[in-house]
């Protein structure tokens, strides 16, 4: 028993800590699409990550601050301009995947009822005269 409250502490200690992490941001700024290329031109963008929906996300060269902004419909000479000036960029599709979260939503139904019918017998249990 002494070995279950062990490992819970330190699980929800371990969660703690990631809180606590990931509380630690840089700044952000919003920059309109022109001035994200402005700043990838004069060297002061070093990493992109550029989604599928068009929103840009990068990071300056000294990590003192992120940007961010949004491309035009259907636009991509962007990329000409990322590469041209040494850019690592990034594309990644922020589209939601239906198939992950119906597999979820069907495990968690099945852990659920299973959580049930193992609870039952002892729900059940009559007390012995």
Known sequence: ???????????????????????????????????????????KIKKLV????GEIIGESVDRSVQVR????PNYTKHYDVFEQNSVDY???DDSIAWGALAVGAVIGSVVTILMIAGVQPFVRRRPRP
């Open 1 to 43: 028993m002494k070995t279950i409250a062990v490992v819970i502490v330190v699980v929800v200690a371990g969660l703690c800590w990631q809180v606590v992490r990931s509380s630690e941001t840089i700044p952000e700024r919003e920059l309109s699409f022109s001035q994200l290329l402005e700043e990838v031109k004069a060297a």
């Open 69 to 72: 902004t949004m491309a035009p």
């Open 50 to 53: 550029v989604y599928t929906s």
């Open 90 to 92: 990034l594309v990644r």
